[in-house]
């Protein structure tokens, strides 16, 4: 089974199947289970709003620098007693990864390229100064919790099992340093469409007033810091009318990320091209394991250029007025893919074309990706629980 | 007494006993004390290590959109029950404050300047969209606990009792928005010196590969999220044998803040005027009580300018290079002053002078400050328990 360490810091691993590093590590084989007496009720699939109802049981690994890893233990969902000094609460030693567990038509459950975000939480995990592990011990601790849960993955086409890996620093003084002692724990959670408009275009906040990340920061990890200041920029987008924010960078107006995903323009470029550009992995962008699907996907079909690029506000508004633009959208593990339909920027509202429904690469996308995820395409993507 | 609202969002509070505002918020006169049947033992305050040992009692107030804020409690200290959806561990929706309270030769205990400290926590929570409160009920509740605890208030001039109140969105579910449940706790920590050097001047690396803070970001905010991404930073200058990080901002390698403490530069500037100077609160700064209270005392003295102004690497090189600089410190609640002894920029270690113990800025700063948190000299800065 593949396996990474904290030191390969590469954001893109192309070979998802390497071999393994000789990292001290926690063992899938150690799990010790602890199956909860009564079983909760599950919820309907549809309506299911993201993030608010967790499955019976969780996945729990301690940490501490005297004593190293110790056993996996899947045990009752329930509250965690921290102490009060707790590093993740005061300086924010927290990092986590998103994933889901999707139930396919014969009924198998699939988890989506689960070593990228192995990959990702390792060099997350890195940045925070949490210790390192072997992914693919973890990733295998998430199969068997979900297999433990697997009544809780949705009988659904829309409908997914949210998998939720955390990993906190539990040092319990307040110096502000390494932590000597960390938890890391996963919960799942059954979810339905991440926005609760459903498909239809998402409105953006574009405007430089927030910077979501800056080199030399975390913004390409997956941190806690990064997700809690951005809310106050979201509610001022939602006060402005908007959904969600456009995160610009430096002078020129940079497009980055939007709201919590990546994002994508599907484009004629100022060079006449038909292109689909998104951001390059250039420190402040979150390596997204949808945005490298995508990127991926298209550049197989070899229809039109792939360019991870700079893209400015200036050269989309110029595009938007010379009506070069196609697409735009959003990517991520919880929505797949967002269009955007509208941008406010510099007190103008920028209407974004769609395709419709039928013919935009939108939803090509939306297609191919959860066939996959579904099963209902064979791909080397999907991993059986 | 005063009081202060989150839309007061001026760093520096001139009137510190400035007429109430009407906030929604709890009321020290509910809070409710258990207290606990056993005391621990007290630590010798000598060789104290900072943030390791707890007092025998903790505040905490509960909020929810639905309810408001609950009755204040006073409580025996032990383990907080977290929600493991919680967003304080995931999105680092939290932040923290940092005072203290010193008890004098008269054997009274006092608290420093602490309706700052209840101005900047409102300020920081109007930042990470948490509710606010009424800054002086606040301070009233912490009076109380620390009056509970008032034995742990250590019997000597360089000891005191650490207060560290700390503010999380609870908010158990998984979507990146304004909490809904809050909570707010306080804990008390005996402390010796900050740095185990103790009064030593510290060891700086300058390098602009990481950024504690940005235009647009949290800088400016006691929030978690600054201060877990700097651990990495930190680690990396001990790798390097020094004990901090002096970090830089911008193309012009401006001099910013060192560590966790805010930065002052005592030398003859470019003009040939002696000068006190500190970098401006124009966002990325992290608007310190000490740092105040500094630039407040030494205007006062009008024996030299002193400014609130940028500062480059490549000023202080040339002044260094010239001899015109005199002392460079640190300044924060937990070490009050901290020389800078050496800077370790590209590849060079620029020495920094330190004028003899007992004619040195930082002493004078040193006694003058303690002078008034310990109640030798007489001040409207403190404020009886």
Redesign the interface.
Known sequence: MASVSASARSPQVQDENSTCHDVASFKAADTVVQLCETRKPKPESENL????V?TDH?LLIKWSSGGGWEKPQIQP??????????????????L?EGMKAYRGRDDRVRLFRPMLNMERMLKSA????LPSFDGAELMECIRKLVEVDQDWVPHSDSASL?I?P?F??TES??????PSSALL?V?L?PVGSYFSTGNKAVSLWAD????RA?????GDCK??????????A??EAVVLGCQQVLWLYGDDHQITEV??MNLFLYWINEDGEEELATPPLDGIILPGITRQSILELTRQWGEFKVSERYLTMAALRLALQQKRVKEMFGSGTACVVSRVGRVLYQGENLQIPCADEEHSLVSRLLKELTDIQYGRTESDWTILV
Do not use: D, E
């Open positions: 709003s993201f993030g608010t967790f969780m969902f329930g509250n965690l007693s921290l102490h009060p000094a707790c590093s993740a609460l005061h300086y924010a030693v927290q986590f890195h940045r925070a100064c949210y939720r955390t906190l620093g003084s307040l110096g502000v340093k390494k724990f919960i959670s430089s007033k927030y910077i800056w080199q030399g920061g975390t941190m806690g810091g990064n997700y809690g200041a951005s809310i106050f979201q509610y709201g919590t």
